[in-house]
């Protein structure tokens, strides 16, 4: 495939689900709380790698990980019918809309709204993997 034919391909397939969760309602604090507390679900773009993944703790509590990174801890919220986030490193609020499609999470960064859509492409019971620091000999 020629690259002038993946990007209008991306481009399309970006568009074209801004325009599907347009015509949806996004979950709501309680819904979305229901659906993520006590898993760890990664996420990644349209048809790329995993892109980070995030273990949803009660209390609204979360710990997230780019992929290959260490774990931050953070926490959410709703505000004005979308789901923010801050983190211990990071306390500006990220916020996002989320939509349940096909059995799994498709999530759109309010922030930025040109941003690519993420996807739940997988879900575990068990606690997200943070190594520990890097200890030397």
Same mark, same amino acid.
């Given at each position: 495939?020629?690259?002038?034919?993946? %990007? &209008?391909?991306?481009?399309?397939?970006?568009?074209?689900?801004?325009?599907?969760?347009?015509?949806?309602?996004?979950l709501t604090a309680s819904q979305?709380?229901?659906?993520?507390?006590?898993?760890?679900?990664?996420?990644?773009?349209?048809?790329?790698?995993?892109?980070?993944?995030?273990?949803y703790l009660p209390g609204r509590? %979360?710990?997230?990980?780019?992929?290959?990174?260490?774990?931050?801890?953070?926490?959410?919220?709703?505000?004005?019918?979308?789901? &923010?986030? %801050?983190?211990?490193?990071?306390?500006?609020?990220?916020?996002?809309?989320?939509?349940?499609?096909?059995?799994?999470? %498709?999530?759109?960064?309010?922030?930025?709204?040109?941003?690519?859509?993420?996807?739940?492409?997988?879900?575990?019971?068990?606690?997200?993997? &943070?190594?520990?620091?890097?200890?030397?000999?």
């Amino acid at each position: 495939m020629s690259f002038a034919l993946g %990007v &209008c391909l991306a481009l399309f397939s970006t568009a074209f689900v801004h325009a599907d969760n347009a015509t949806q309602t996004p979950l709501t604090a309680s819904q979305f709380e229901a659906y993520t507390t006590g898993k760890t679900l990664t996420y990644s773009r349209l048809g790329s790698e995993p892109y980070g993944a995030e273990e949803y703790l009660p209390g609204r509590r %979360v710990q997230w990980a780019f992929e290959g990174d260490s774990c931050k801890m953070g926490q959410w919220y709703e505000e004005a019918g979308q789901i &923010c986030f %801050v983190y211990e490193d990071n306390p500006a609020p990220q916020c996002w809309s989320f939509f349940l499609r096909d059995g799994g999470l %498709v999530a759109q960064f309010e922030n930025d709204a040109a941003s690519a859509p993420l996807y739940e492409i997988a879900q575990s019971d068990e606690p997200l993997f &943070c190594p520990g620091p890097q200890v030397g000999v």
